[in-house]
């Protein structure tokens, strides 16, 4: 059983840089590809970046490409999004998912079914 915790959300200005973090447990992270998702206030939840399980793949929504980075370390069992200049639009509640399954950029559509989720972070981006 995979838990996911998430970390490292909180009050950031604009063009300010914040990373999350999203710690697994319960079993080998290896065995995952992750994707962090976001949902902002009213809005369907989207899709941010995917990782495969070796972190040699990866996906970013095209309105974060440039901005974001993802990352993992499967030793340290946790998956990063690294997110610089930050603009209003990006404040959501940020989730991590994960799924045992082959990398596909598929994975980041939000009705594609990962398995499991974390209880998510809040970005908030204001001045």
């Known amino acids: 059983q995979l838990q996911l915790v998430e970390s490292g959300g909180g009050l950031v200005q604009p063009g300010g840089s914040l990373t999350l973090s999203c710690a697994a447990s319960?079993?080998?992270?290896?065995?995952?590809?992750v994707g962090w998702f976001r949902q902002a206030p009213g809005k369907e939840r989207e899709g941010v970046s995917c990782?495969?399980?070796?972190?040699?793949?990866?996906y970013y929504n095209e309105s974060v490409n440039g901005r974001f980075t993802i990352s993992r370390d499967n030793r340290k069992r946790t998956v990063y999004l690294h997110m610089n200049n930050l603009k209003p639009e990006d404040t959501a509640v940020y989730s991590c998912?994960?799924?045992?399954?082959?990398?596909?950029?598929?994975?980041?559509?939000?009705?594609?079914?990962?398995?499991?989720w974390g209880k998510g972070t809040l970005v908030t981006v204001a001045s």
């Open positions: 319960g079993s080998l992270l290896d065995y995952y590809s």
């Open positions: 990782i495969s399980k070796n972190g040699a793949s990866t």
């Open positions: 998912a994960a799924k045992d399954i082959w990398f596909s950029a598929s994975m980041c559509w939000p009705d594609y079914g990962m398995d499991y």
